[in-house]
């Protein structure tokens, strides 16, 4: 199971930390990513990171402003959000790929999905 939590509603410019927890199995070596879906559109690439962390990638519209990483003892993922814009409200979901430690973008490469956590960026 993953648990994201972290969302909330903040000023354009604000900040945002996401945390995905995981349990019931050791995510440690699966690539984990970040996704968001906004109202009335299909779900998009966020971020995603290697089982190891060595391996990171952003989506263009948040490189430079999101940061991905991952604490494997604590078996979390967080995505820590800057600058943050109007156009980055969405639900956010973490998700998990079992098949693979290395990051993917494909939304149907990973396999397990957190329920989701609200971000709202108001102008």
């Known amino acids: 199971q993953l648990q994201a939590s972290g969302g909330g509603e903040v000023q354009a410019g604000g900040s945002l930390r996401l945390s995905c927890a995981a349990s019931g199995r050791t995510f440690s070596r699966y690539a984990m990513g970040w996704f968001r879906q906004a109202p009335g559109k299909e779900r998009e690439f966020v971020a995603a990171i290697s089982w190891s962390a060595a391996s990171t990638y952003y989506a263009d519209s948040v490189k430079g402003r999101f940061t991905i990483s991952r604490d494997n003892a604590k078996n979390t993922v967080y995505l820590q959000m800057n600058s943050l814009k109007p156009e980055d409200t969405a639900v956010y979901y973490c998700?998990?790929?079992?098949?693979?430690?290395?990051?993917?973008?494909?939304?149907?490469?990973?396999?397990?999905w957190g329920q989701g956590t609200l971000v709202t960026v108001s102008s």
């Open positions: 998700a998990a790929r079992s098949l693979s430690g290395s990051y993917s973008t494909d939304v149907y490469d990973y396999d397990y």
